[in-house]
């Protein structure tokens, strides 16, 4: 059997498992995105951006749809408390679904103006909220509802969940777009991905000193890619950095050593780690949505034991 995957460090093949296969768990989508596991209910949700809905697949093989007219939803996280926040294009916001199923808006402006259109999204150990805020969802009517920027910048943004402050943690960016924290969180790591509209901007991974008080102070590049621009992005266990490429997804180690690629066969868009034992790669790509399993897992342990409704 052919190996889903490419040695390139010898280390790599301690993350990767023999005789596993790369199975499509989900096809016929046009653009998926945004993959979260919730351990409590042993599901997976992702996005199709333009279709415009959240899909869950379950564990048995079964997949439906979590969320009817999504607003063009993007990135998903999970809250320390177990809740689903989403990045949506078309209400240019980030929204976070309560135990009960009601959607409330967390952020839609900054100093009086329109978000963009919110493209992923984490959550700091403290509480905090931190997303990107490129053009993708506002460019054309096909991945959001056109318009023009209001912004100045495309920002890294932290959002204060208590409070509802904002503020702009990083503003140099063309495009910002998947960000993951270091084990212990004293590095955040940004993709700049302008190079889907600009050539002359390389596809890399930049990172970040994060401080005490959450201030961020830039470190320069962190990986280059060398086939596709970086979208989404995991940080596993061991602090390797397991992101989204043209050809699949590629495995940096925490160095920034490029040591394995798992292939695939359509341009990645995301990924996270789930699953039963937490040792499965889910992978959002174009149409369709991959798993493998991997001798990984992910950074943060899943310690939430609740769920949103379903709706
Ligand atoms: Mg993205």
Not at 41 to 59: A, E, G, N, T
Not at 88 to 96: A, C, F, K, L, Q
Not at 274 to 285: C, K, V, W
Request: hydrophobic share 35%; proline share 5%.
């Amino acid at each position: 059997m052919n190996e889903p995957y490419q040695i390139i460090d010898s280390r790599f093949r301690n993350l990767v498992l023999a005789n596993v296969s790369l199975r499509q768990i989900s096809g016929g989508h046009w653009w998926t995105e945004g993959p979260v596991w919730f351990p409590a209910h042993q599901c997976l949700l992702f996005s199709d951006i333009p279709k415009q809905k959240i899909y869950r697949w379950m564990v048995d093989g079964t997949v439906n749809v979590f969320r009817e007219n999504s607003h063009f939803s993007n990135g998903h996280t999970r809250d320390y408390q177990g809740r689903l926040i989403s990045c949506e294009h078309g209400s240019r916001s980030v929204t976070r679904t309560e135990h009960d199923g009601t959607v409330i808006t967390l952020a839609d402006q900054f100093k009086g103006k329109r978000l963009n259109s919110p493209n992923d999204v984490i959550v700091k150990s403290d509480g905090s909220i931190w997303f990107t805020d490129p053009t993708y969802g506002i460019l054309s009517d096909y991945e959001g509802h056109k318009a023009m920027p209001e912004q100045r910048h495309r920002n890294v943004f932290r959002l204060d969940p208590g409070t509802g402050h904002l503020v702009s943690a990083a503003s140099d960016f063309t495009q910002p777009n998947g960000l993951a924290f270091s084990l212990d969180e004293r590095l955040l790591y940004v993709a700049e991905s302008g190079g889907s509209h600009d050539e002359n901007i390389p596809g890399v991974i930049r990172v970040f000193d994060v401080g005490d008080d959450n201030h961020l102070e830039s470190q320069g590049d962190f990986v280059t890619l060398d086939c596709g621009l970086p979208d989404g992005f995991r940080v596993d266990c061991y602090g390797n950095i397991w992101t989204s490429a043209a050809d699949g997804v590629h495995c940096f180690d925490i160095n920034g050593v490029l040591i394995g690629k798992i292939l695939v066969p359509e341009t990645v868009s995301n990924l996270t780690f789930g699953g039963p034992r937490g040792n499965e790669l889910f992978i959002t790509a174009t149409t369709g949505v991959y798993a493998i399993h991997v001798n990984s897992a992910a950074a943060v342990p899943d310690v939430s034991e609740c769920f949103v409704k379903v709706t």
